[in-house]
């Protein structure tokens, strides 16, 4: 039998909470006290409202592990999107670059042929040569497949197609069927193979390295051909209003993910901030259901506080978000109100030309309404355009 002998309380004076530290004992064995701890099983939900009668699924569409050049498993990334509050991660190992294979055969010497090399794990600025690309591209998924049975996530089949960044540049492949298929050493047919499996193409950090958006010429012609369906607004502390734009003339879906290569805890957790996620409005957490949704476009991305996407789908992710009661009324039916917001999400109101006003999760503002309980605000962190935030002019 196990008590609990000495509840105690630590007050930091550089956290800003207070935290409690057990110490639980064996009744039996005296010899070993034990922590009370937060275990791997803990996972911080990130709560949103259903919006249009659709879920909201929290996302991340890009993510390397050690088959590519990540520095973890398949199975640590599956349990970091859980504790992180995910529902849904894509496993997209770069096609062209894997960096620990040269490190994993060398450890395996004794097992594979002396002369055993890795081959083409390092392609993105020359073309193969004949013998193509030898690692099982599938594998990694399989992995996260396998692991995520146990946290009800459901993983995305996907592949970072990984060319020279400057002209070229770098688009994931998801829902691929199988990632084995999609090399060629003609960045075009890569395309048109991931394409044949019924994948989806995303263009990904699409200024990285580059002093613009401006597209180079073959990146002209791969969105010319219709290849791209998605855009990356924001990829890891990368954000580029100039996508929004672009995602609203060429119809793509919008995204924001981590691809994350180390920890999320490093650059997110550490931070206090929730890992970067792409909002998907589905009717299911299925691959089907959640394809659809990228197909019509029903996402907005989200990265350090600030939401991009559709106007009218940023004003729906707001309004279900936020309730709004009528407290008193006044002189000419000004009322007084309280909108409290029921979500996880910050919001950054601006009321008139008055100074920001943060709308905290799950608080309430206090505020009064102009004549015959008109409220308009215009909400900052939330971007439907390069340089435009949603306008609400509500009747209260
Ligand atoms: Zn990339
Ligand atoms: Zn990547």
Partial sequence: MKRVILPLLFLSIAATEVSAQFYYQDA?????IRHARQTGAVRRE???PQVNGYNVYKADLHTHTIYSDGDCTPEYRVKEAWNNGLDVLAITEHIEYRKHEGNMIAFLKGYVKPDAQAVNYNIIRKAA???GIQSDLNLAVKLAQKAAKGYGITIIPGAEITREPITIGHYNALFTQDNNTLYDTDPMKSFVNARKQG???MHNHPGWRRKSLEHPELEKAIYEKGFIDGIEIMNGSEFYPKAITRAHEQKLFVSA?????????EQYILNNCFRNMTFIFAKENTLEALKEALVNRRTLAYAYGSLAGEEQLLKDFFQASVSYKVISEGKNRKKNIVMTNLSS???LLRFGNGNPILLEPFSSLKRTTGEGGTLSFTV???WQSENEHPKLELNL
């Fill in 28 to 32: 039996n064995n005296v010899d070993m």
């Fill in 46 to 48: 990130i709560i949103l």
């Fill in 129 to 131: 040569d004949e013998k």
């Fill in 199 to 201: 994948a989806l193409i």
């Fill in 257 to 265: 993910n981590t691809d994350v290569h180390n920890s999320t805890y």
């Fill in 345 to 347: 999400m910050t919001y």
């Fill in 380 to 382: 900052e962190n939330l």
